[in-house]
């Protein structure tokens, strides 16, 4: 069991490479970019940036509750209310990400249709949704795991 934690960690991490190096040289770029094809408001970058790295961070964190939910699985602890607390955490990074992006979409709408560029606003549609999936699926693997510890923990008492 050990390989394909590791493994999934390894996967992990790799995950969160890219997107540190969009927020380092992509997002500072984008954003200058938008506050030129949307000079009318002074401002749009720096809440575009804003909320970008909101949700950067809020990956991050949620990256790192599944980094701790395969600790658990290593440690043999799968079944305890530290793994159930790790998918609630990621449930609401979920969560936070979808409503930080759907604050964001008048921007990313303003962005797109300054630049005629319909693509942004399909591209945050489908991060939206993602994260809803990512939530509705963390929700659920929390509800089996939390029956499943009940379980165990019905059974520990009675043996």
Request: with cysteine; proline share 4%; aromatic share 14%.
């Amino acid at each position: 069991m050990k390989r394909e934690t590791l493994f999934l960690k390894f996967v992990i991490i790799l995950m969160g490479i890219p997107v540190l190096a969009l927020c380092i040289f992509v997002l500072p770029r984008f954003s200058e970019y938008a506050a030129k094809i949307v000079p009318e408001i002074p401002y749009i970058k720096y809440f575009f940036s804003i909320g970008m790295y909101i949700t950067a961070g809020i990956f991050y964190f949620a990256l790192y509750q599944a980094l701790k939910l395969l600790s658990y699985i290593d440690q043999g602890k799968a079944f305890s209310e530290l793994s159930v607390l790790a998918l609630k955490n990621i449930k609401y990074s979920a969560i936070a990400i979808s409503v930080v992006y759907v604050a964001e979409l008048p921007i990313i709408y303003l962005i797109a249709d300054a630049d005629d560029a319909p693509g942004l606003i399909l591209i945050g549609l489908i991060i939206i949704f993602a994260s809803v999936v990512i939530s509705v699926f963390a929700a659920v693997l929390e509800k089996l795991l939390k029956h499943a510890f009940d379980i165990k923990s019905e059974n520990d008492l009675t043996i």
